[in-house]
Every structure is written in structure tokens, then in C-alpha cells.
């Protein structure tokens, strides 16, 4: 069940205008994530509102993306803002297939 975050009260009374303005600010922030691959930007997601209380993202968006080199690293910005931008977190993901061992054939 979803509430405004206005209406959610504090120990029996109404939350101050203050925080119920943060609550609502909260609510506006924009996220979205972007793939960096050996350093170099390859795409973004699309911009998510920003969820309240947890502060959580649904993107669900995958990313197809075509190396003929394996890569040397994988990483995953999460950016929030609308006019000016801030990285938040970087995500380092592991390359796939860099620590298997296969037997490969040439002829």
C-alpha cells in the first residue's frame, strides 16, 4: 500500500513542514546507471525516479553490448540529477569468462 509521504505521522502527530518537504524533494531525484567498459562510456539506462522510503531505482533494463577483445574491466555508474549530475556509486562487475580455463583449438 502505497502513502503520500505527507500524511505518515511521528509518534501520534503530524510530521514537521520541514520534513515533509524533504520527503516530497526525496521523491523527485532522478537516477539512471552507465556502462563503462576499459574505461571508456559505452550507454546509459533511462532516468528512474528515485523511490520512497528505501531510495530505490527500478531500471530493468539490460545491456547488449558487442567486443571483439575481452575486456579488462566492467563497471557500472550510478549517476543521480537532473541539471547537474552526481556519481554516487561505482560499481565494479566481473568480467565474464576471465577466469575460465578452456582449451581452445587452431587449424
Known amino acids: 500500500m502505497h502513502e503520500e509521504p505527507s ?3 511521528i509518534l501520534g502527530g503530524a510530521l514537521p513542514s520541514s520534513e515533509i518537504s524533504r520527503r516530497n524533494n526525496a521523491e523527485k531525484i532522478k ?6 567498459i576499459n ?3 559505452l550507454c546509459k539506462t533511462r532516468k528512474a525516479l528515485v523511490k520512497w522510503p528505501n531510495f530505490e ?3 530493468m533494463e539490460q545491456f547488449q553490448v558487442h567486443l571483439f577483445t575481452m575486456p ?3 563497471q557500472l555508474e550510478l549517476v543521480i540529477g537532473t541539471f547537474k549530475e552526481y ?5 565494479n562487475v566481473e568480467v565474464p ?3 575460465v580455463k ?3 583449438s587452431a587449424s
Open 87 to 91: 556519481v554516487v556509486d561505482v560499481i
Open 57 to 59: 531505482i527500478d531500471l
Open 102 to 104: 578452456a582449451l581452445t
Open 72 to 74: 579488462s574491466s566492467i
Open 39 to 41: 574505461g571508456k562510456f
Open 31 to 36: 537516477a539512471y546507471c552507465r556502462l563503462i
Open 7 to 9: 500524511s505518515k505521522k
Open 97 to 99: 569468462g576471465q577466469y
